[in-house]
């Protein structure tokens, strides 16, 4: 399966179990990956028939600068929820990484990884 890859999205929010990190909150990454069939938008060069990394990444703002949620497992299924609810992609994955999490020690990220499928997947997309 072909895929678009977005590595690397940066945003500030207000996620976790903690006060402190619900007040003054930190920097999030995001990395996504869409499954989808991409021979069309190559053979025809045509953008209206591939997804918008543009739009993609401002769903991906939009829940990460959000309202607040206690575990970055939810940002991921949130995120995840709404690309496939909004573009015509089979997979999503999403990895949400905490670079800063509240644990003692040395790391370069906390993060979670879900890949879920569309409800649409065995239809044509």
């Given at each position: 399966?072909?895929?678009?890859?977005?590595?690397?999205?940066?945003?500030?929010?207000?996620?976790?179990?903690?006060?402190?990190?619900?007040?003054?909150?930190?920097?999030?990454?995001?990395?996504?990956?869409?499954?989808?069939?991409?021979?069309?938008?190559?053979?025809?060069?045509?953008?209206?028939?591939?997804?918008?990394?543009?739009?993609?990444?401002?769903?991906?703002?939009?829940?990460?600068?959000?309202?607040?949620?206690?575990?970055?497992?939810?940002?991921?299924?949130?995120v995840a929820a709404r690309i496939l609810n909004g573009f015509p992609v089979?997979?999503?994955?999403?990895?949400?990484?905490?670079?800063?999490?509240?644990?003692?020690?040395?790391?370069?990220?906390?993060?979670?990884?879900?890949?879920?499928?569309?409800?649409?997947?065995?239809?044509?997309?």
């Amino acid at each position: 399966m072909d895929k678009i890859i977005m590595c690397g999205m940066s945003f500030y929010g207000y996620h976790g179990v903690l006060s402190q990190e619900r007040e003054l909150g930190q920097i999030f990454e995001v990395d996504v990956e869409l499954y989808l069939d991409l021979r069309a938008a190559g053979e025809n060069d045509d953008p209206e028939i591939t997804v918008s990394y543009a739009d993609v990444y401002e769903v991906v703002r939009r829940v990460v600068t959000g309202r607040p949620r206690n575990l970055i497992e939810t940002v991921a299924e949130s995120v995840a929820a709404r690309i496939l609810n909004g573009f015509p992609v089979r997979e999503a994955l999403v990895r949400v990484k905490k670079p800063a999490a509240p644990v003692p020690g040395q790391f370069g990220h906390m993060g979670v990884e879900i890949r879920r499928v569309s409800e649409q997947a065995g239809e044509s997309l």
